[in-house]
């Protein structure tokens, strides 16, 4: 596709609900991140995905967190038993390489998020 | 963990003046991100910068990896240029970098008419 896009872009979940929310990456871009976005704050690294192998998931807060990519291009990002201090605007991430260096270096191109409000 | 900081928090400007958004950064890195988030929410990438100077019609950037800092210019700004201005970096290893950026709390833009 043109951009990474996510679904669903608004979701209001119940507190104890699981979720899911969805991202199609750029095609053909290798590289897929995960990133929770508290009201106010800058983005925080959730989550990495090199085509299905998850390398890194140091940024996951709980073991309600898991996230998926069994195919190598489409990601889930699943919460489990959601909690309020879960609201947040989910983003997802994806570049086109691996461990590049460049001049135009890792570029990485962000979806416009999931906002998650649980109530 | 590295630590980012933007400053100044706030910035208000009339259409057509310039600025400088300023990040310091606590530790060497070779993956450094300029990004404007939209209104509606969508991070843009402006600069890849880790060192060096790079300018793209009113905006240009500036890393002093030695200095752990870089600037970012907006000049003759436009009421679009409104928003929120992340810096973000990576440490890396053995002088690469996969994209595990640490972002700092962001500048926020206002541009009036």
């Known amino acids: 596709g043109a951009g990474v896009s996510q679904s669903p872009r608004y979701k209001v979940a119940k507190r104890g609900q699981d979720v899911a929310l969805r991202c199609d990456p750029i095609?053909?871009?290798?590289?897929l991140f995960w990133y929770q976005q508290a009201l106010g704050q800058g983005p925080e690294f959730l989550t990495y995905f090199q085509n299905e192998a998850q390398l890194d998931k140091s940024g996951l807060p709980s073991d309600r967190f898991f996230a998926e990519r069994p195919e190598g291009s489409v990601s889930t990002l699943k919460i489990q038993r959601t909690q309020q201090e879960d609201s947040a605007v989910y983003l997802c991430?994806?570049?086109?390489?691996?461990?590049?260096?460049?001049?135009?270096?890792?570029?990485?191109?962000f979806g416009e998020g999931s906002w998650l409000t649980v109530v | 963990g590295i630590q980012v900081e933007q400053s100044p928090p706030d910035l208000i400007l009339q259409e057509g003046a310039n600025s400088t958004l300023r990040c310091n950064f606590s530790d060497s890195v070779n993956n450094l991100q300029w990004f404007h988030q939209n209104p509606w929410g969508q991070l843009i990438n402006l600069f890849y910068i880790p060192s060096g100077t790079k300018q793209n019609g009113r905006l240009s950037a500036t890393t002093v990896a030695t200095e752990r800092y870089s600037l970012l210019y907006i000049s003759s700004s436009q009421t679009t240029d409104s928003g929120v201005y992340f810096c973000a970096v990576e440490r890396g290893a053995g002088g690469t970098s996969y994209g595990k950026l640490t972002f700092g709390q962001g500048t926020i833009l206002t541009v009036h008419p």
């Open positions: 095609s053909g871009h290798v590289s």
């Open positions: 991430a994806s570049s086109p390489d691996v461990f590049r260096r460049s001049r135009s270096g890792n570029t990485i191109y």
